[in-house]
């Protein structure tokens, strides 16, 4: 009986083994997530694989409206020899897409269009309108490609027009991330090539001119902590040409006249700046703080300082506020009041902001923050902003903008 | 301060900076707060851009940044 009982068992034990081995071999049904594989799984097969193709990934629309008053001594609308109206207002109807081409290249293309009004009226505008009112256009289409973690390359396109200028903008740069990606080191080059009218300080046409612009960047970023993060930058810009654009702009003489600006036709500019950003986990609060130190040949020097807070009142939505402070020597040619005679061929200017000042600003944003706001508004980011900024040498900006957004992830 | 010598010491200040906290290593599990959305550098690219289309408007000091100075907009100083 006990042998009986001990085989029946084994017989028991070896078909249960059988059927196990059986349903093991059967073909089921095939999954990514098929556990009986023997190759390790791939990120893929255990996430899902994403779209490939060309998509978009994100659309921003930015919409804003300038104002500024103020007066400048490079402006006409006042009478002569005393500082002009600056006034102007601006509709800002700006454009922000986030296209993907492949796992490994981005694109970035920005449509930024300003409509201005009332920009120096009554200078020149008998014969041209760009003073009076103007519509200015860009296409910029920053492009990444990274092909591992390690190494990423960027390129850059830019075409600008608006009525008295046409111009375009190429640039390539590259960065390494360095020690998983603990810090980063980057150098980028852009060259910059404009053509526009040139116009005397009464309205007369004097052909086609051009300015040059090349500039080259490093830049690099480096953890300090979970909670701390360091960048800095260098660049340098050499422009060659005509470097007045605005071309009608007016000197005052001491006899009372009027005459136009002169500018060296060339210039060599350097910054340096650093940033070093902290976010404090416990209250949701982010601080940055940015420095710049600014030169260049036509012995203007500035230093800039801003200070930005954030902080979340609930966790899809933060509050910013920023506070930022400009001081500039001016150029070494700059004057209000032109003595008689003077050296014909001499550079000097009245341009207002190339003059001795310092400016402050402050802006006030609120955000709801893509992906954390609840169900149906997940997929979408809002903000809304007021900057205002006002110089020591009679210049006020107010600026109201509102933020739309969507993923398409 | 002559320009020159403020731009050696603010380099040189940068490159002890760097040398310092260069050996700092956070570990990628480590950086959930680094990928707050405030701790992005241009965690609003439009608005960035459009303050410094003012700046780059209005002050002589444009440029320097990542982006040339001056060129691309009959604005530029």
Redesign the interface.
Known sequence: MAAATSRLALALLVVICAARVAHAQAPGPTTDLDHTQEMPLTDAQIIGTADNSWHFEDAELRTAYLSQYGHGFQSQDGSIGAAGSEAMHIFEPWALFDIRQNDHITHQVMLPVDIITAASPDAVDAISTASRQNESADLDVRSTYRPDDVNQWNTRFRAHGEEPLGGGLAGAGYTRHLADDNATIGVDANVDVDGFDSRDVHGKYHGKVARETANANLTASQLLSPTTVVDASYGITYQHGVLDPSSWNAVPLSDGSIIGEIFPDHRVRQAISARISQIIPATRTTFKAWYRYYTDDFQLHAHTVELVGYQYIVPWIYLRGSYRYYTQTGVDFFTTRLEVPFDMTAPHTSDSDLAPFDANEWSVQAVMVRGRAPKDLKPWNLSAEVMHYWRTNDLRITTVALTVGRSFL | MP??K??RW??AA?ML??TV??C?????N?????A????K?DE????D???A???D?????????????????????
Do not use: W
Request: aromatic share 0%; proline share 9%.
């Open positions: 320009p020159m403020t731009l603010v380099l940068t900076a760097s906290t260069g700092a290593i956070v570990p990628k480590r950086r959930e707060h680094l707050d959305p405030t701790m550098p609003d690219v439009m608005r851009r459009a303050h289309r003012i700046h408007a209005r002050e002589g000091a444009a440029g320097g940044d990542g982006e040339p100075a001056g060129g691309g907009c009959g604005c530029g100083n």
